[in-house]
């Protein structure tokens, strides 16, 4: 590998790993602390409901915007390839559009609309996963119901804890 | 944002193969990209409607200041102008779906214009 390349990986690399670090280490954090308060399950149950629904979401923002970019390839085929012509003694403006033409299908547009399709579809999912307790809030609204009926004194001990806990515990306890 | 994202998608691939074109006014637009544009609109209206209906339970749990719940001016402009928002987000849908046959750009701007014009100028 060339010296260049292997700066760009090095570089790429740590980048990747410090933004990995700067997520893991909330996790560990949050992991760490509702297990010692007994609450690990709440922690399973958030993070499981988080990651579950990003999954789903970006697979279903995925396939909708990639068959739309699909729909778009077909219904916009019958282009003539454009050939971009320079002459030395006038200025011609030629657009971004103009010259994608002027390579004609040689762009690979299925593989340009796909990675668009995936880089967009993780800003739906992101979203989507930051409303998990919205979603756990309807899938669990009858246990909810139920133990909102009979709260102890243990919960209410435990909501000195609470600005810590934020919305996972307003959910669980 | 589904929709937002999909029409956005559509956009740029229409864009860079010279389906549509924004250097003339008003932009020149192929059938093809009418279509699909004025179907993904039409789905945008329907997002749109089912949003202005749920705004009315919206009315019964919203705080404003002193008064919580449901105010004399939201049971008296609010819900019905709401149900109006309902009708013309719909109305504009089947338009914009109808579009998708005529191809063309009118039918569309306009369907927005209505839906969206509205509620600021009352």
Same mark, same amino acid.
């Given at each position: ?173 | ?35 699909? #544009?004025?179907? !993904? ?7 749109? =409607? ?5 705004? &009315?339970?919206?009315? @019964? ?20 102008? #709401?149900w109006l !928002?309902v009708f013309l987000?719909l109305a504009?849908? =089947? ?5 998708? &046959?005529?191809?063309? @750009? ?17």
């Amino acid at each position: 590998m060339r010296p260049r390349n292997l700066l760009i990986a090095i570089a790429a690399s740590a980048i990747v790993a410090l933004l990995v670090l700067s997520f893991l280490d909330q996790l560990l954090v949050d992991y760490l602390w509702y297990g010692r308060l007994g609450f690990g399950g709440v922690f399973n149950t958030t993070v499981g409901a988080e990651i579950a629904i990003f999954l789903v979401v970006w697979l279903v923002a995925f396939s909708a915007i990639f068959v739309s970019g699909l729909i778009a390839i077909g219904s916009s085929r019958n282009h003539e390839r454009l050939r971009v012509v320079r002459r030395p003694d006038e200025m011609v403006e030629v657009t971004l559009p103009e010259l994608i033409r002027a390579l004609g299908e040689r762009v690979p547009w299925r593989v340009i609309v796909a990675g668009g399709a995936a880089v967009l579809a993780l800003f739906a999912a992101q979203g989507e996963a930051a409303s998990w307790d919205t979603y756990l809030k309807g899938l669990l609204r009858r246990a909810i119901w139920e133990s909102s009926s009979r709260r102890s004194a243990t919960t209410s001990a435990f909501t000195s804890s609470r600005s810590r806990c934020s919305r996972r515990c307003a959910i669980f306890s | 944002m589904l929709i937002v994202l999909s029409a956005g998608m559509a956009i740029a691939v229409y864009w860079a193969r010279g389906a549509l074109d924004f250097k003339e006014s008003p932009p020149r637009v192929s059938p093809g990209a009418a279509g699909h #544009l004025s179907v !993904l609109l039409g789905l945008f209206f329907i997002q749109r =409607a089912m949003s202005y209906w749920l705004g &009315r339970f919206d009315l @019964l749990l919203h705080t404003d200041g002193v008064v919580f719940g449901l105010r004399y001016v939201d049971r008296i402009l609010w819900q019905p102008g #709401l149900w109006l !928002l309902v009708f013309l987000a719909l109305a504009a849908a =089947a338009t914009c779906m109808y579009n998708a &046959r005529e191809i063309g @750009l009118r039918i569309p701007v306009a369907a927005f214009v209505i839906v969206f014009g509205a509620p600021r100028s009352s």
